[in-house]
């Protein structure tokens, strides 16, 4: 299969392009063309960058790809290398993030809004109706402090910047604001740091803390984007302790919601034999009064909000679950799969009745698992979302 990309190394300084040589002044060929507006057709994003923060060099990319039903290219976007990338989708909106700035995209345009340098996504997440998007950074220390940053981009393409001292742990959009759960991060040690904040953006993007509390330093949520119940009065996450992620002790995880109006907190713990606490980022769901998320063995499991501890297994996705990259939106889960090759699914979140594919994305193939234009990194699946 040809590679649909450009691969360079220290001592070769060339690369195999759909058939065609080029010298290294030439800039990578990669499918579609560039992305200038949401396509009507569009089924599926997804977002490629290197595996690690190691070894990136200035020439790397993030690489945004929209595709169709068909597993079709529809368009593309690139952009300096952003690692832990995300790319959200709501109604006719697109975002993801670059380095160095944010593209929003929408059937009618394609725009870059410009931020502060940045090298590590922390958290994302988008308001299902109205399209406004949040990210995160990753900053690290800012004049003596441990700091997140964030840029958010209104429903009107408004641009807001700010940033709230420590580590976003998971974000969420409850009606028209978003909401960060952050712990203390304290810098040069001396200090147990067991503070956490619920922290809102307000119309006018001014972090305020909502509440404060003390949780174990390892006691953390599992997923960096969490969901919302359908009134807006709850954010839902789940925790888990040290013990759980070290094997010390149960598997089990820790269904922690907080109240959006005043951070107040309910926790409980689950019952959950046999299944890994390890789950997808983008998994979890608020469907018909339960939180539903999808574990790294593939099962998609369920428990109801009412203060129910009895996991329940609903169904097991599948093939591969090894390299698996997927999305929830609203009653629809998204993968592709690119343990040997890259094949996007469709299924319904409550039964596991496939909808759509498997579809195969050959391009995918040759992108995922080559090296970067510098020969530092690899490219990898950093995200996906479905857009239907």
Request: hydrophobic share 35%; charged share 20%; net charge negative.
């Amino acid at each position: 299969m040809v590679e649909a990309r450009a691969r360079r190394t220290a001592s070769v300084c060339a690369a195999a392009l759909i058939g065609m040589t080029v010298s290294c002044s030439d800039p990578p060929d990669y499918p579609g063309d560039d992305l200038r507006r949401l396509p009507a057709a569009a089924s599926g994003a997804v977002v490629v960058g290197p595996l690690a923060m190691e070894s990136v060099g200035k020439q790397d990319r993030s690489l945004l790809f929209v595709f169709d039903a068909d597993g079709k290219v529809l368009g593309r976007d690139l952009g300096a290398a952003v690692s832990n990338n995300r790319v959200l989708a709501a109604g006719d909106r697109l975002v993801t993030s670059f380095a160095d700035s944010v593209a929003a995209v929408t059937e009618d345009k394609s725009e870059r809004f410009g931020i502060d340098r940045e090298s590590i996504v922390q958290s994302a997440a988008i308001q299902p109706d109205g399209g406004a998007s949040t990210i995160w950074y990753n900053t690290g220390i800012v004049d003596g402090e441990y700091v997140n940053r964030f840029a958010s981009i209104g429903a009107d393409n408004s641009v807001r910047t700010g940033k709230v001292t420590g580590i976003v742990g998971t974000s969420s959009y409850c009606g028209k604001s978003n909401f960060a759960v952050v712990r203390q991060s304290v810098v040069g040690g001396g200090e147990n740091p067991t503070k956490n904040w619920l922290y809102e953006l307000g119309q006018d993007n001014t972090p305020v803390a909502r509440a404060q509390w003390d949780y174990d330093t390892e006691f953390r949520p599992v997923t960096s984007t969490a969901p919302c119940t359908a009134d807006g009065s709850e954010i839902v996450a789940l925790y888990a302790s040290e013990q759980t992620v070290t094997g010390g002790g149960a598997t089990r995880l820790t269904v922690v919601k907080f109240r959006t109006a005043d951070g107040t907190r309910t926790e409980t713990a689950l019952t959950m034999p046999g299944f890994t606490w390890e789950t997808h980022r983008s998994s979890l769901a608020v469907l018909n009064d339960k939180l539903y998320w999808v574990t790294r063995d593939g099962d998609v499991l369920s428990v109801p909000l009412d203060g129910s501890s009895a996991v329940t297994k609903e169904w097991t996705l599948h093939g591969t679950q090894a390299k698996v990259a997927l999305s929830v939106r609203g009653q629809t889960i998204s993968t592709i799969s690119y343990g040997e090759k890259a094949e996007f699914s469709r299924y319904d979140l409550a039964s596991g009745r496939r909808t759509l594919g498997p579809i195969a994305l050959a391009w995918l193939d040759d992108i995922q698992g080559h090296k970067t234009e510098s020969g530092g990194n690899i490219y990898s699946i950093a995200d996906m979302t479905v857009l239907e």
